[in-house]
């Protein structure tokens, strides 16, 4: 007998629960909700219809059920490493609308635009206008430069060490405490970050200042508020750390935090404005494609973001 399934009605993203991590257990519906089992048997309700994402660190598996449910309520699942230190793969709540699609790639080919969005997204990084008929190039190696300076800012503020960004990504723990910090406090941005983009209906691998790789526009979105965000987080745990102020491990402390800070700087209410802001920049016109489907939540009051869909 085929198992039925309710309609979530979407929660709108700005009203959700940032991020929520699961690890060592099986995620199922149960009486049409979303639960998680672990190995003692003990379930847990998981908020799936009023969270962004859900990351799913090692030692989870998942039901076709439960994938279904988070697709219809429009939550992005994210496949992460330990401690959610690499991200891995992720769903697709919303995916790309064609006409969102179309905007978002004619703006990153016509080199013109490009460059615009570019300089749109160092101004609003370092609150400051770049130098003119700069090339992307070069402002992606101004920007490496600030980044560095930037890094060392705020551990001088925080009082931690820093010798620099370095880590080994097949071998996180190898990394000195400063850098696990950031490497949990980056992916968990990251999470947020592609949900916002796939819940507006653009691409995530449609990137500006970093292309050719599977989220080249999460990171361009993250980058640009990751040092109001989520760096200095890090940077304020490996200094309790240091000061023995941290109850249990480095990456709990970290992702706690920046679920804290998503909430008090409302990141998640302010991503998808933020994307479009960027790419208006590039001076394109949204193609109007009136054979487009309509958004699926077609509501008398609207509760989803564009992009969801059935």
């Keep these: ?50 969270t962004v994402c859900l990351m799913l660190e090692p030692g989870t598996r998942i039901s076709h059920a439960a ?60 609150n400051e ?60 941005l990251y999470g947020i970050s592609e949900a916002a983009i796939l819940a507006a209906g653009y691409a995530p691998a449609i990137g500006f200042l970093h292309s050719g790789k599977p989220l080249g526009f999460v990171y361009d979105i993250a980058d640009v508020i990751k040092f109001q965000t989520v760096v200095p987080v890090a940077f304020h745990v490996a200094s309790d750390m240091a000061k023995g102020k941290v109850k249990g491990s480095i990456e709990h402390a970290v992702r706690t935090r920046c679920r804290d800070a998503f909430r008090e700087k409302k990141t998640v209410e302010t991503l998808i404005p933020l994307i479009g802001e960027i790419l208006s920049a590039g001076a394109v016109t949204v193609p109007q494609q009136n054979e487009a489907m309509p958004i699926p939540f077609d509501l008398a009051e609207h509760s989803g973001d564009v992009g969801h869909r059935s």
């Design 67 to 126: 994938i279904v449910m988070a697709a219809r309520s429009g939550t992005l699942i994210v496949w992460v490493g330990e401690n959610g230190v690499r991200v891995y793969a992720a769903g697709q709540p919303g995916g790309a609308r064609s006409d969102r699609l179309l905007y978002q790639a004619q703006c990153a080919l016509d080199e013109k635009s490009r460059l615009r969005v570019v300089r749109k997204m160092y101004a609003l990084r370092f």
């Design 129 to 188: 206008e770049p130098p003119p008929k700069w090339s992307v190039d070069q402002l992606r190696g101004m920007e490496g430069t600030r980044v560095k300076a930037t890094y060392k800012q705020i551990a001088e503020q925080h009082e931690v060490e820093w010798t620099g960004r370095k880590y080994d990504v097949h071998d996180w723990q190898s990394a000195d405490v400063p850098n696990r910090c950031l490497s949990v406090a980056t992916a968990s």
């Design 1 to 50: 007998m085929a198992r039925r399934f309710y309609q979530p009605v979407p929660i709108p993203l700005k009203e959700r629960v940032s991020v929520v991590f699961l690890e060592k257990g099986q995620i199922d519906v149960n009486d049409n909700r979303m639960v998680i089992t672990d190995i003692r048997g003990v379930r847990m309700f998981v908020p799936v219809g009023g």
